[in-house]
């Protein structure tokens, strides 16, 4: 049974540049959670797809933008990459439970650095 | 605002000792508190959630404590492994949504032969 699984593991872009980073979430989990983790901080929540829709975010700007497939694979894209964009995304899934949120299950994430 | 504060922020311990790591929290209202291991460049692993009626969960050597009253949670990890060293996150969720999920900074334990 293959866990949250996410791509690339590892990227360097440069200012301005956009990214996107891709989740595959734990078998029978149809909901995906996106986080941002700095050096030495804890994740903050970016947002949460299910049924392909946006369902809460967090308080990041619109520069951070997501999308959930029909086989509750999701994407992160970031536009106009700033150097504070730098950091560790984490992706984690979780089954559907009416918006109050279950276990996570979190992917090894994707270390994203911006030059 | 809703915050997470652990302590102490990094702990050197000998390998088969004890250590017990703290968590504080504002979160209101509260939901459930939870505990996460994070290896080094590796994601979060679930070690224990804890719900406002429980006061002690156990896995394995870690064991959890919460005290809803005065809103704090402690992680006790006995018999200390090599393997233990990692940060260890304290999580507290708010209304039970995704959005209120507030993740302390972390306590980066290493476990020294």
């Known amino acids: 049974d293959a866990g949250v699984t996410q791509s690339p593991t590892h990227l360097i872009k440069t200012r301005g540049q956009q990214v996107t980073l891709r989740c595959s979430p734990k078998?029978?989990?149809?909901?995906v959670s996106w986080y941002q983790q700095a050096l030495g901080q804890g994740p903050q929540f970016i947002f949460q797809?299910?049924?392909?829709?946006?369902?809460q975010r967090g308080n990041f700007p619109d520069r951070f933008s997501g999308h959930q497939f029909p086989n509750y694979s999701s994407e992160l894209n970031v536009n106009a990459l700033l150097l504070g964009d730098s950091a560790l995304y984490l992706c984690?899934?979780?089954?559907?439970?009416?918006?109050?949120?279950?276990?996570?299950?979190f992917g090894e994430g994707s270390r994203l650095t911006v030059l | 605002k809703n915050q997470v504060e652990q302590s102490p922020q990094s702990l050197i311990i000998l390998e088969g000792k004890n250590c017990t790591l703290q968590?504080?929290?504002?979160?209101?209202?509260?939901?459930?508190l939870r505990w996460y291991k994070q290896d080094t460049g590796r994601g979060p692993v679930s070690l224990t959630i804890?719900?406002?009626?429980?006061n002690t969960k156990s896995n394995g050597r870690y064991t959890a404590t919460l005290d809803a009253d005065t809103k704090q949670s402690s992680l006790h990890i006995t018999a200390s492994q090599l393997s233990d060293s990692a940060s260890y996150i304290c999580v507290v969720t708010g209304s039970g949504s995704a959005r209120q999920l507030t993740f302390g900074s972390g306590t980066q334990l290493t476990v020294l032969p």
């Open positions: 968590c504080n929290y504002t979160v209101s209202p509260f939901s459930n």
């Open positions: 984690a899934s979780s089954p559907w439970t009416g918006g109050v949120i279950g276990e996570l299950f």
């Open positions: 804890m719900t406002f009626s429980e």
């Open positions: 078998s029978g989990h149809d909901t």
């Open positions: 797809y299910y049924e392909e829709e946006e369902r």
